[in-house]
């Protein structure tokens, strides 16, 4: 365990961050450390830590825990939001812009965030304006290393949370993919335990700079994460 990264999970409860710390059973080459702001019920064979905080004290966790890496899965709906635009950037950009800062300032190295694909901070739609906004904040922010990962539609089950539409959606994405091509593959639809896989390799990687990382370039960096045998402990 000596060369395992320590590695900060922020948003642990979610659908990515759920898969995140599934991908991670059995790992000896990293040391997780999950943050969230209620409990969760961890996978049998999982070995983490979980601090459970108000957000506020984020900070003082990082401070204490020191990660070298965080992992930024933080983020709601719409409807969760009570359709309000403050309050979802409540969550969506002042949280995660406030974490980040709080991890910059206690020495994390790197920070790997999971945005959405058409993320700009110019564009009409609400949503991806938000998204684009906050990737524009972070990159200002100067990690060592900092990657932005774009997926399409996740591909995962919800804890409580699938929207008629989204679950649609899910159902016809098989076919869909096969009509998206070129430009449009960007917009296929992406199973969470690729992301969660992608986000874990991008931790790991030692290499300085800032990184946009859309579904095949997601794919590519999952591919490279070390494969483990399930069991192993």
């Known amino acids: 365990m000596s060369d395992a990264i320590r590695i900060g999970l922020i948003g642990a409860t979610g659908l990515i961050g759920s898969t995140v710390i599934e991908q991670c059973i059995g790992r000896e080459d990293v040391r997780l450390t999950g943050i969230a702001r209620r409990e969760a019920r961890l996978p049998r064979g999982i070995r983490m830590e979980m601090f459970v905080a108000e957000p506020a004290k984020w900070g003082e966790v990082i401070e204490a825990v020191r990660p070298r890496a965080i992992i930024c899965a933080l983020g709601t709906t719409w409807k969760k939001a009570g359709e309000d635009e ?72 919800r804890e409580n949370d699938r929207r008629l ?59 490279s994460l070390p494969r483990i045998e399930h069991g192993e402990a």
Do not use: C, M, W
Not at 125 to 131: A, H, T
Not at 142 to 147: I, K, P, S
Not at 200 to 213: E, I, M, T, Y
């Open 165 to 223: 539409a989204e679950r649609l959606g899910i159902a016809a994405a098989p076919i869909v993919n096969l009509l998206l091509h070129g430009k449009y593959r960007q917009y296929r639809a992406i199973r969470a335990e690729i992301v969660a896989q992608a986000a874990l390799a991008l931790a790991k990687r030692a290499a300085r700079g800032r990184f946009v990382h859309d579904n095949d370039a997601i794919l590519r960096a999952a591919k």
């Open 86 to 157: 403050t309050a979802f950037r409540a969550v969506d950009q002042d949280l995660v812009l406030d974490t980040a800062r709080a991890a910059k300032h206690f020495g994390v190295e790197r920070f790997v965030h999971v945005s959405s694909v058409g993320a700009d901070a110019l564009s009409k739609n609400f949503y991806l304006r938000v998204k684009g906004e906050v990737e524009r904040e972070l990159t200002k922010l100067r990690f060592d290393r900092l990657d932005i990962l774009r997926p399409g539609l996740l591909r995962g089950q």
